[in-house]
């Protein structure tokens, strides 16, 4: 029988075949972050500990800024009587007792005041660390008294995301043209019977020259941070049919 090799594409045969990829993976938290003050202070408060749940914007801990408070309270009073000096002399200027330029130093250093309180609240906001995000403290490195300095930033906490979790997976190069976004991606936890499911959201552009590995990110929840397991991409890239007869 003359034999003839028929190569088909998805687009004629109208089929879609799926190939299965072998991968491993490891969980990271979604977000996060190693939190520092940019600023110099001695430590005056800490709010949390390691296992706190925190929200977005809640103060984490405090410098002392009994100074800075001091600084903004006197120009604060500076403000005040610039701002009654500056409306007098606007209503002199009405009864044409003064010309223009006398006016424009008093409203100066009323404009002058107020920009140096802004700077002074500024300045005062980065004596205050606040979470970035909704997370847990899983790290922290300060102490009660600790003299901190916004030229050798140290680490005052470590926050990762609470439940949000990306599944960083590996698969072997070669597959590198037939995975993409959106397949999914079944697994186990090693130490967990339950099978698990989710969709590839990022490829990672290059891939590992140590074990020749291609990494991409899948979104998983609840799972704990450093654990791993296997499972297998699901790809639905067309591929070519092969037919002899």
Known sequence: MKRMIFILTMLFTGQTIAEEIYATFTVHARKTASLAFNYSGIIKEINVDIMSE??????????????LIATNNAS????????????????LLKKNLIDKAQLDKYAMAYDAIKAQIEIEKTIYAKTILRSPFDGVITRRMIELGDVVSGQM?????????????????????????????????????DGDENQYEGEIFRIYPVANSENRKVALQVIAKGL?????GEGKIITSNNKLITKEE
Request: glycine fraction near 4%; hydrophobic fraction near 40%.
């Open 54 to 67: 925190v929200k977005k914007g809640d103060v984490l801990a405090t410098l002392i800024s009994d100074d």
């Open 153 to 189: 930033i140290k680490t005052a906490f470590n926050i990762q995301s609470i439940h949000d979790r990306i599944l960083v997976v590996e698969f072997d190069q070669k597959y590198s043209n037939d995975v993409l976004i959106g397949d999914k991606f079944i697994y186990k936890v």
């Open 224 to 228: 704990k941070v450093g654990l791993f």
């Open 76 to 91: 604060k009073v500076t403000l005040k009587y610039a701002k009654i000096d500056y409306e007098r002399y606007k209503e």
